[in-house]
């Protein structure tokens, strides 16, 4: 009979961590808490084993009947191999038996019988992910991205669907907190609400804010506007926060990577001093600054741009916030950071003095509030 739906899925993406839990939940939904040996068939990678020989023995456990029970669970657990499929004209062992189990799905299964895959990086231009598109029901489960506006309401959401699946209910603000702790960390989550469960007493226990604080603790992930959010806010321990996560992060020659940082710190400075000018020129205020520009004529736009004013051709809500920063210094103040920053920039060539340690310097110098 033809497959519907309700009894093949395929569940994959890149955040692995919530594709076995979203697995083992159908899982469990399919066979029941405790399944007889007969019900659940499952099979897993071995080292020794060829992806198409397991492949292959997921083929005869569909084709074989349920034995004593009413249904029957075929189960391809936390796969990795789908990189093996290979292209629809390869001829490699794995890419036939991944052609026949897309067949197999494509014919359809009997009602009595479920197939549930899971693992990460399935392709979905190749014919398993493409069959299981049209005759089953395909599970992708995306990490959140931190460049999308909305990860945090994202990450939320999963942190609020693992907490109710322990039974407990999490405040707004305990869920925010976790945010800012794990990041993009999915697989934190469920270490997280554990802590949180025992520090509180159990799941009958209210989750306060405060225990959030005292027992979930850590850095999350940054990404670069994190740390020019913290320059335009003065805050110098926040900026120093981030610069150590951002270093931490990144891959091979740290000093590479701190100059990296300077060069971005520099060009944020010198944009501050621009949108001063900017701002001073058309008498405008920062709460002015986006009906300003989405109003501004083209050809004013070009002359600001011949000026050398860039900030003219920033997307206004940017603006916005750098308006809002570049208030928070001085004219002069703006002037001696861009020529901090040009001569920090110029020591990184000239001394042995580490870039880290002129970095963090200026940020130093440059965010705080009192200066010499």
Request: net charge negative; hydrophobic share 40%; with cysteine.
């Amino acid at each position: 009979m033809p497959s519907t739906a309700d009894n093949i899925f395929l569940i994959t993406g890149d955040d692995e961590p919530v594709i076995k839990s979203e697995a083992e939940k159908l899982v469990q939904q399919l066979a029941g808490d405790d399944p007889d040996p007969f019900a659940l068939d499952v099979f897993r990678e071995q080292d020794a084993l060829p992806i198409a020989d397991l492949l292959r023995q997921v083929m005869v456990s569909l084709k074989s009947p349920p034995f004593l029970s009413g249904r029957k669970t075929v189960w391809l657990q936390h796969f990795g191999g789908f990189a093996a499929e290979g292209a629809a004209s390869s001829k490699t062992p794995d890419a036939k038996a991944f052609r026949e189990l897309a067949e197999l799905i494509k014919a359809g299964l009997p009602s009595d019988m479920a197939l549930v895959m899971d693992g990460p990086k399935a392709d979905g231009k190749k014919a398993l992910t493409k069959t299981c598109k049209k005759h089953a029901k395909l599970i992708v489960c995306s990490k959140p991205n931190v460049r999308d506006r909305r990860w945090q309401a994202s990450m939320a959401s999963l942190i609020d669907e693992q907490a109710k699946g322990k039974g407990i209910n999490l405040p707004a603000t305990v869920c925010q907190h976790l945010v800012g702790v794990i990041g993009t960390d999915t697989a934190a989550i469920d270490s997280e609400l554990e802590k949180l469960i025992c520090f509180c007493g159990g799941v009958d226990q209210p989750i306060t804010l405060a225990a959030a604080e005292e027992v979930c603790i850590g850095q999350g992930e940054e990404i670069s506007w994190a740390l020019t959010d913290a320059l335009g806010k003065r805050d110098p321990a926040e900026s120093l926060r981030v610069i150590t996560v951002l270093l931490s992060q990144a891959e091979g020659d740290a000093e590479r990577a701190s100059r990296g940082l300077l060069w971005q710190v520099a060009n944020f400075y010198r944009h501050l001093l621009q949108m001063r000018l900017f701002m001073g020129q058309g008498k405008i205020n920062p709460r002015s600054i986006r009906s300003a520009l989405d109003n501004m004529s083209n050809e004013d736009r070009q002359n600001f741009l011949a000026d050398g004013l860039e900030v003219a051709g920033l997307n206004p809500y940017r603006a916005q916030l750098l308006a809002e920063s570049a208030m928070r210094y001085s004219g002069q103040e703006l002037i001696d950071a861009v020529c901090a920053l040009r001569d920090a920039y110029q020591r990184c060539v000239t001394s042995s003095v580490s870039v880290r340690v002129l970095l963090e310097e200026c940020v130093l110098r440059l965010t705080a509030k009192t200066r010499r």
